[in-house]
């Protein structure tokens, strides 16, 4: 069994122990050691780290296994050990964010199933590698969700649309109103910290700058420590003033706003004017548009001052998309807008026809020849799928085929220019008309059906 040491900066951290491949050995070994630093490898005497998961300036975080469980249970490892040249007081507050997020968790998760679950919060002092010197960690085991966070989603599959929006809105929010009524704010809601698991259900992570308050007079809560992710979080957040629940809805709406546009944060606000600008960048319908934007508000006070609210907003849409409390997978696809799709069959068809009388003079057989046409056609289709090719490349690539095909006389047999342009402006009206009228007949048959 491969286990993996937990001391950061430990040169050959997989260690491989044949014995513990026994299952009796397994669960009556005391402990095991790194054969390269000399860690204590089995942590609490129960957790086996299997797999770094990733790394920072804080600690890391790992994959392990439970040993005291039937089925091992896969678990996550949180460890604290802050790297560089903290001062007392900086070392202070990465702390106590730290134990913030297993108090959290512990108040949370074990009432909420879209919450991962705290299971151990303990502390191990070892000796460092300095003669004379004791290391101390902090550790953190919470549930580990198998699946992929919306900011892998994004990256790997693409724009989300209206629809998986509108899920996204109807899983997190009743989330944030439960954290809510816990008198707590997330203060750190973003993509990376949503996660979808491989049942389609929405989890919300990583509770380290949790922060409990308590209602003052007026209304008034207690004050950020400063403590956000740049692009998500309101000025009251990055000014470090007072946070509200509303704060958490605003970071969700960006949220929302990053997996619509694919965009950075950063790229749609005017910080100057503290204006968003992101309609310009996706077609989303009005009703939508309109409660995202009172979300992103800048005055706390103009925004929807409870999930509860947003739900009830979300609830009077002409569609609601109704949403089951655990959704099931979804296979996503970059979005795209009408005027994308057409403009894509234009191109596509307009490239088929000049492929079609290139490749039909060159072959002896015109069989052949269309025959590979519709191989390279098919390549481009697929590259306009994923966004390779789009906008001003479409018309850099169809003038330049269409200068190649006129100027090399083997590639349009006896073809004149004005044929060869009939032809090709043609099959692009054909691709645009075949795909509108695939496209209202499937809009007839969704509303049928």
């Given at each position: 069994?491969?286990?993996?040491?937990?001391?950061?900066?430990?040169?050959?951290?997989?260690?491989?122990?044949?014995?513990?491949?026994?299952?009796?050995?397994?669960?009556?070994?005391?402990?095991?050691?790194?054969?390269?630093?000399?860690?204590?490898?089995?942590?609490?005497?129960?957790?086996?780290?299997?797999?770094?998961?990733?790394?920072?300036?804080?600690?890391?975080?790992?994959?392990?296994?439970?040993?005291?469980?039937?089925?091992?249970?896969?678990?996550?490892?949180?460890?604290?050990?802050?790297?560089?040249?903290?001062?007392?007081?900086?070392?202070?507050?990465?702390?106590?964010?730290?134990?913030?997020?297993?108090?959290?968790?512990?108040?949370?998760?074990?009432?909420?199933?879209?919450?991962?679950?705290?299971?151990?919060?303990?502390?191990?002092?070892?000796?460092?590698?300095?003669?004379?010197?004791?290391?101390?960690?902090?550790?953190?085991?919470?549930?580990?969700?198998?699946?992929?966070?919306?900011?892998?989603?994004?990256?790997?599959?693409?724009?989300?649309?209206?629809?998986?929006?509108?899920?996204?809105?109807?899983?997190?929010?009743?989330?944030?109103?439960?954290?809510?009524?816990?008198?707590?704010?997330?203060?750190?809601?973003?993509?990376?910290?949503?996660?979808?698991?491989?049942?389609?259900?929405?989890?919300?992570?990583?509770?380290?700058?949790?922060?409990?308050?308590?209602?003052?007079?007026?209304?008034?809560?207690?004050?950020?420590?400063?403590?956000?992710?740049?692009?998500?979080?309101?000025?009251?957040?990055?000014?470090?003033?007072?946070?509200?629940?509303?704060?958490?809805?605003?970071?969700?709406?960006?949220?929302?706003?990053?997996?619509?546009?694919?965009?950075?944060?950063?790229?749609?606000?005017d910080a100057g004017r503290n204006q968003w600008h992101w309609r310009m960048h996706v077609e989303v319908s009005s009703e939508l548009a309109s409660i995202l934007t009172k979300m992103l508000s800048a005055q706390p006070q103009q925004r929807y001052q409870s999930a509860a609210e947003v739900l009830t907003a979300l609830h009077q849409l002409d569609r609601p998309t109704p949403i089951p409390s655990t959704p099931p997978p979804i296979t996503r696809r970059p979005s795209f807008a009408l005027w994308e799709v057409l403009t894509g069959a234009a191109f596509s068809g307009f490239e088929g026809a000049l492929l079609a009388i290139a490749l039909s003079s060159l072959f002896p057989t015109p069989a052949l020849g269309w025959a590979i046409a519709a191989v390279i056609l098919s390549g481009l289709v697929f590259a306009l799928s994923r966004r390779w090719i789009e906008k001003v490349d479409l018309l850099i690539i169809s003038v330049i085929s269409?200068?190649?095909?006129?100027?090399?006389?083997?590639?349009?047999?006896?073809?004149?220019?004005?044929?060869?342009?009939?032809?090709?402006?043609?099959?692009?009206?054909?691709?645009?008309?075949?795909?509108?009228?695939?496209?209202?007949?499937?809009?007839?048959?969704?509303?049928?059906?």
């Amino acid at each position: 069994m491969e286990v993996f040491c937990t001391r950061l900066g430990c040169p050959r951290p997989l260690n491989h122990f044949t014995d513990l491949d026994n299952s009796a050995i397994l669960k009556t070994t005391e402990q095991k050691y790194c054969t390269c630093c000399g860690m204590p490898l089995i942590l609490q005497g129960r957790y086996l780290p299997v797999k770094l998961l990733g790394q920072g300036g804080f600690g890391a975080a790992f994959l392990a296994r439970d040993r005291y469980t039937p089925g091992m249970r896969q678990c996550v490892v949180k460890q604290f050990k802050p790297s560089g040249d903290l001062s007392a007081t900086q070392l202070m507050t990465a702390q106590t964010l730290f134990e913030r997020e297993a108090v959290a968790l512990e108040q949370l998760g074990d009432r909420h199933d879209q919450i991962p679950d705290l299971l151990a919060f303990f502390e191990l002092s070892v000796p460092s590698w300095q003669p004379n010197k004791q290391e101390r960690f902090f550790y953190l085991v919470q549930e580990f969700i198998d699946g992929e966070t919306l900011e892998a989603e994004l990256e790997s599959q693409g724009r989300f649309s209206e629809s998986q929006v509108l899920q996204l809105l109807y899983a997190i929010l009743p989330v944030l109103q439960f954290v809510h009524e816990q008198k707590a704010i997330h203060r750190d809601i973003k993509p990376s910290n949503i996660i979808r698991d491989r049942h389609g259900k929405l989890y919300l992570l990583d509770f380290g700058a949790v922060k409990q308050v308590t209602s003052q007079a007026g209304g008034a809560q207690s004050a950020s420590t400063g403590i956000y992710s740049m692009g998500f979080a309101p000025p009251e957040q990055v000014s470090g003033g007072e946070v509200y629940p509303s704060t958490d809805l605003y970071a969700l709406a960006v949220t929302a706003v990053n997996l619509l546009t694919g965009k950075k944060p950063t790229d749609l606000y005017d910080a100057g004017r503290n204006q968003w600008h992101w309609r310009m960048h996706v077609e989303v319908s009005s009703e939508l548009a309109s409660i995202l934007t009172k979300m992103l508000s800048a005055q706390p006070q103009q925004r929807y001052q409870s999930a509860a609210e947003v739900l009830t907003a979300l609830h009077q849409l002409d569609r609601p998309t109704p949403i089951p409390s655990t959704p099931p997978p979804i296979t996503r696809r970059p979005s795209f807008a009408l005027w994308e799709v057409l403009t894509g069959a234009a191109f596509s068809g307009f490239e088929g026809a000049l492929l079609a009388i290139a490749l039909s003079s060159l072959f002896p057989t015109p069989a052949l020849g269309w025959a590979i046409a519709a191989v390279i056609l098919s390549g481009l289709v697929f590259a306009l799928s994923r966004r390779w090719i789009e906008k001003v490349d479409l018309l850099i690539i169809s003038v330049i085929s269409l200068v190649v095909v006129v100027f090399i006389p083997a590639l349009h047999a006896n073809l004149s220019v004005s044929s060869i342009l009939v032809l090709a402006i043609g099959g692009g009206l054909i691709a645009v008309a075949l795909t509108a009228l695939f496209k209202i007949i499937y809009q007839l048959l969704d509303r049928i059906l």
